[in-house]
Structures are given as C-alpha cells and as structure tokens.
C-alpha cells in the first residue's frame, strides 16, 4: 500500500514538473507532493515508533527520565518535555490533544497528512489553495507536534522545523497573493537554516574560552566520525578520521557552505546561484547520511523548490504582510530559543517546538577533553547479540569467557538507527550499570517485539537471541612528534546467556503493565 501510494505521489509530481509552464510555478505543487512523498514514505516507521515510544516511556516513567536526564542532552528515546509558556497555551503546538498511539497509527496510516498536502498542491490558487493550505497545516501540527513522535530520527534535532514553516510561509504567500513573496520568504527560511548551525560554530566555542575557529581544526570532525564509528560500525567515517588533513578541510568547507546561505535573500529571483547551492545542499546532505548516519534530506529538501527561478519581472524582496509576519514569529522564536540556551546551556527543542533552529553543535560533539599527553578518547557502549553455542547448536552456553571470543554482531533496529545511541546514553545517564542494562533490556524487548507489543513473548526473544553482550568500543586519537595515530581499544562490559538473560530481561520487564 505505501509502495503504490509513494508512486502515485512521484507520478504526480512529474506530472505537475511537466505541465507547468514556467519552474516557478511549481513553487506550491512542488513543496506539498515533495513533503507528502517523504512523510508517506515513512508512515509505517513513524506509527511503530510512536507506539514503541508511548510504551517505553509508560513502562520507566516520565518522572524518573526526567531526573535521570536532567541536565543532559542527546537523541534519546526516553526525552519527555512539555511546551514552555506560553506555547503551552497554544493548542498543536503544545502537543495537545495527545493522541494515544491508535490514533495516532489511524492518523499516520491513512495517510491524513499526505492527503491534505496532495489537495492543496494541485488546488487552484485562491481560497481553494488557502483551505488546502489550512488544512494542511493544522494536521502537519498535529502530527508533528505530538512528543512522542519527535525522537524519531527523520525528525529530532528539529529537522521537521523547516518544512513546518515552509508551508506556514506557503499558506502565507496564497493569502497575500503573491507566490513570489512566498519565495523570498523561503529563502530567508533557508538562510537562517543553514546560515545559524554555520555562525554559531564559531561563536559557541568562544563562549566556552576556545578560539573562535577552534571548530574547524579537524579534531571535532574527527571525534564526531569515530563516534559514529563506535556507534553504528562505520567504516567509511573511520577511513576519513584517520587523515587529520582531510577532516580539517572538511570542517572549514562545512563552515563556509553553511554560511554562505545567508546571502541567499539578497541574491536576485533570476539568479543561478541559488541552484549551485542547491546542488552543494544535496551534496552535502549525502555526505552527511553517508558519514554522520544524520539524513536531513526528506524533511529538507521539499523547500528546495524556492531556489528554482523565479519569473522574469518578480519584484526583488517583495513580500506580502502575511508572509512578513510569519518570518517575524520566525524570528522571533530563533531569538527566544537562543536566550534559552545561552541561559540554560542546554538545547530546549522539545520546549520550544517548533520555534528556532538549534546550532547542530553541543558539548558532548565537540567538548572532548584533552588529556595530559594532548590525546582524545572517545568512547561508546553499544549491544552485540549473537549466537555464543557449545557443540550442540540446539544449547546456549552459559560461559562468560566462550561468550565473549565470539559475541555476534551489533544490534542495528531497524525502525530507527538513533536506538542504538539510546543504549549508549543510558551508560551516560543512568548512574549504574546494573541500571542501564535494565533499561537497556527493556529498550531491546520492546524493539524486537514491536509492532505487536501487546503479545511479547520473552521466551522466545530469548531464545532467538541465545546471547548478549554490552561492549565499549574506543578510539584514542594522538598527536606525537612522529605524527598523527589512532588506537582501537573494545571492552565487553557486561555479557549475559542462557539462564542469566532470561532472568535479567524477566526482571527489566516486571514493571510493564502488560502480562509476560
């Protein structure tokens, strides 16, 4: 169903690319089918993981993440925040109504959103485009809005920020009657998206005592890589980290293209510039998925379309009052996000949402600390689950010392990579060994049970994993005299099999609701 309905969606939009007369009209059927290709892509993912959310958080407590995470920031499962005041107030914005998680599948399965974005990207302009349009955004608002359902990869880190205001600046535009000032307005859009990640990687690290070009010396990229390295196997980001040279030019390229995107609003509607942009923006974005495992491309790339040409005679920076003062609640909201963290210093996207653009730069990225020989360590925990057997395949082993000369593989879910440094942050967070793993545990039932979590059978999970290990994976990065080196270093720090692993998942699942 979601093959043939992602087709449909495809079909129509090269339909719309072929029958426009001029690339500038495809400014609004263009946004609406490229946004809804990308939302109904992942539908099934996205109603999994909000249920798979809902459970976790329902079974550990929202009180105890709370003070666990309190403090800390990361892409983890278990963040649970409410809006602040007075987004509080502010009905979808502010979560509300929350949606249980059958109504939340109903809604994302049936494609809802999708359905609302399709009318309005081929309604004619005019109030039939502006009740599309409306429609459109309150259900984007409801959808997206709901926090259970914004840790999901495609979306934390604010990535559905940008394509939430870009169809608030669509509806703006259709209420001016000006689609030309919709695409000026995209454009400054565009520029803070970009532009804000790039100036504040030269700002934050001052405001830490670092030199303002501290961000762009290799080091940070090369700790960034090895993480993902650590984390997700990734042998491709470890193949660059070992060439200082390599990463530093990386860094200082990532800082001058993000910045550059701050003279898009100035650039003229005609200009080719913005398509070279276009072109590094994608470029970007795969290097990005391909290295950091971060893909912004399905919630960013549908506002691309403001960088097509626009027609000839469009008035250079002229935009309506509707479209003007959506980009100053933009803003605003930018103003008051960096407030916040510059207060706080800690990132309040779950507070804020959808307000502000967060800088993609945070302590535990780029605040690796220096030992007293000038080495970085970076270090991860991630789980291997395998088959550890004796002679007879049909009998796990329950030896420790057999387990750990042969652990298995790393545990990848499918539903959403970011699980996998969910486990790293509860080493980081809980306090305790014997409180990650539960956790840990925990995540790991519920993950390999779903989307059926209302049968889970922990016999059989068991039985199909045979064995468990939590293993620190760490790099060491030096700098001597005789050159640059890296040191590989692994650690098993807790295994569990036969016997031992049934009875510690038994224990981690004693506090959910739902019968074993």
Same mark, same amino acid.
Request: proline share 6%; glycine share 8%.
């Given at each position: 169903m979601?093959?043939?309905? !992602?087709?449909?969606?495809?079909?129509?939009?090269?339909?719309?690319?072929?029958?426009?007369?001029? *690339?500038?009209?495809?400014?609004?059927?263009?946004?609406?089918?490229?946004?809804?290709?990308?939302?109904?892509?992942?539908?099934?993912?996205?109603?999994?993981?909000?249920?798979?959310?809902?459970?976790?958080?329902?079974?550990?407590?929202?009180?105890?993440?709370?003070r666990?995470?309190?403090g800390? #920031?990361?892409?983890t499962f278990?963040?649970?925040?409410?809006?602040?005041?007075?987004?509080?107030? &502010? *009905?979808?914005?502010?979560?509300?109504?929350?949606?249980?998680p059958?109504?939340?599948?109903s809604?994302?399965? /049936?494609?809802?959103?999708? +359905?609302?974005?399709?009318?309005?990207?081929?309604?004619?302009?005019?109030?039939?485009a502006?009740?599309?349009?409306?429609?459109?955004?309150l259900?984007?608002?409801?959808?997206?809005?709901?926090?259970?359902?914004?840790?999901?990869?495609?979306?934390?880190?604010?990535?559905?920020?940008?394509?939430?205001?870009?169809?608030?600046?669509?509806?703006?535009?259709?209420?001016?009657?000006?689609?030309?000032?919709?695409?000026?307005?995209?454009?400054w859009?565009?520029?803070?998206t970009?532009?804000?990640?790039?100036?504040?990687?030269?700002?934050?690290p001052?405001?830490?005592?670092?030199?303002w070009?501290?961000?762009?010396?290799?080091?940070?990229?090369? !700790?960034?890589?090895?993480?993902?390295?650590?984390?997700?196997?990734?042998?491709?980001?470890?193949?660059?980290?070992?060439?200082?040279?390599?990463?530093?030019?990386g860094?200082?390229?990532?800082?001058?293209?993000?910045?550059?995107?701050?003279v898009? *609003?100035?650039l003229?509607?005609?200009?080719?510039?913005?398509?070279?942009?276009?072109?590094?923006?994608?470029?970007?974005?795969?290097?990005?998925?391909?290295?950091?495992?971060? /893909?912004?491309?399905?919630?960013?790339?549908? +506002? #691309?379309?403001?960088?097509?040409?626009?027609?000839?005679? +469009?008035p250079?920076?002229?935009?309506?009052?509707?479209t003007a003062?959506?980009?100053?609640?933009?803003a605003a909201? /930018?103003a008051?996000?960096?407030?916040?963290?510059?207060?706080?210093?800690s990132?309040?996207?779950g507070?804020?949402?959808?307000?502000?653009?967060?800088? #993609?730069?945070?302590? #535990?990225? +780029?605040?690796?600390?220096?030992?007293?020989? =000038?080495?970085v360590?970076?270090?991860?925990?991630?789980?291997?689950?395998?088959?550890?057997?004796?002679?007879?395949?049909g !009998?796990?082993?329950?030896?420790?010392?057999?387990?750990?000369s042969?652990?298995?593989?790393?545990?990848? *879910?499918?539903?959403?990579?970011?699980?996998?440094?969910?486990? /790293?942050?509860?080493?980081?967070?809980?306090?305790s060994?014997?409180?990650?793993?539960?956790?840990?545990?925990?995540?790991l039932?519920l993950?390999?049970?779903?989307?059926?979590?209302?049968?889970?059978?922990?016999?059989?999970? &068991?039985?199909r994993?045979?064995?468990?290990?939590?293993?620190?994976?760490k790099?060491?990065?030096?700098?001597?005299?005789? =050159?640059?080196?890296?040191?590989?270093?692994?650690?098993?720090?807790h295994?569990?099999?036969?016997?031992?692993?049934?009875?510690?998942?038994?224990?981690?699942?004693?506090?959910?609701?739902?019968?074993?």
């Amino acid at each position: 169903m979601r093959v043939l309905i !992602c087709a449909a969606l495809a079909t129509a939009l090269a339909y719309s690319v072929q029958m426009a007369e001029h *690339p500038a009209n495809m400014l609004r059927p263009g946004i609406c089918l490229s946004l809804a290709l990308s939302l109904a892509w992942t539908a099934p993912l996205r109603a999994q993981f909000f249920e798979l959310r809902h459970k976790y958080v329902e079974t550990v407590g929202v009180k105890p993440l709370k003070r666990e995470l309190a403090g800390f #920031y990361t892409n983890t499962f278990g963040e649970v925040s409410g809006a602040a005041w007075p987004l509080c107030l &502010v *009905p979808l914005v502010n979560g509300a109504p929350k949606l249980s998680p059958r109504v939340y599948r109903s809604l994302v399965t /049936n494609y809802c959103v999708e +359905t609302a974005l399709v009318a309005a990207g081929l309604a004619p302009a005019g109030p039939a485009a502006v009740c599309g349009l409306v429609v459109a955004v309150l259900l984007l608002l409801l959808a997206l809005g709901q926090r259970m359902g914004q840790m999901l990869g495609m979306v934390s880190g604010h990535k559905d920020v940008l394509a939430t205001w870009t169809v608030l600046v669509l509806l703006a535009g259709e209420l001016d009657g000006t689609l030309g000032g919709a695409r000026v307005g995209m454009r400054w859009l565009m520029a803070a998206t970009y532009g804000i990640p790039g100036i504040t990687k030269l700002v934050l690290p001052r405001l830490q005592g670092r030199s303002w070009l501290s961000w762009m010396d290799g080091a940070t990229l090369q !700790c960034i890589l090895l993480e993902r390295t650590a984390l997700y196997g990734n042998n491709l980001a470890k193949l660059v980290a070992s060439y200082p040279v390599l990463c530093a030019a990386g860094s200082v390229t990532a800082v001058l293209f993000e910045t550059l995107w701050l003279v898009l *609003p100035c650039l003229a509607p005609l200009a080719s510039t913005p398509m070279c942009l276009a072109a590094a923006g994608i470029l970007f974005h795969l290097g990005c998925t391909l290295l950091l495992g971060i /893909n912004f491309l399905p919630m960013w790339l549908p +506002t #691309y379309w403001c960088l097509l040409p626009g027609p000839p005679g +469009t008035p250079h920076l002229n935009i309506g009052c509707w479209t003007a003062g959506v980009l100053f609640l933009f803003a605003a909201g /930018n103003a008051w996000f960096y407030a916040e963290l510059l207060s706080s210093e800690s990132v309040p996207e779950g507070r804020l949402w959808p307000l502000g653009i967060p800088p #993609y730069y945070s302590r #535990y990225c +780029t605040g690796y600390r220096v030992d007293e020989e =000038g080495d970085v360590e970076i270090a991860a925990v991630v789980l291997e689950i395998g088959s550890s057997r004796s002679d007879n395949p049909g !009998c796990p082993s329950t030896d420790p010392s057999h387990h750990v000369s042969r652990r298995g593989s790393v545990w990848r *879910p499918e539903i959403d990579q970011y699980l996998v440094r969910r486990i /790293n942050a509860e080493f980081r967070a809980a306090g305790s060994l014997q409180a990650a793993i539960q956790r840990n545990l925990l995540l790991l039932a519920l993950v390999e049970s779903s989307p059926r979590l209302e049968a889970i059978d922990v016999d059989s999970l &068991v039985a199909r994993w045979q064995s468990v290990s939590w293993v620190r994976k760490k790099f060491c990065l030096s700098w001597r005299a005789t =050159g640059f080196g890296i040191k590989e270093e692994e650690e098993v720090v807790h295994a569990l099999s036969g016997g031992e692993l049934e009875a510690a998942v038994k224990q981690a699942w004693r506090l959910h609701p739902l019968q074993i």
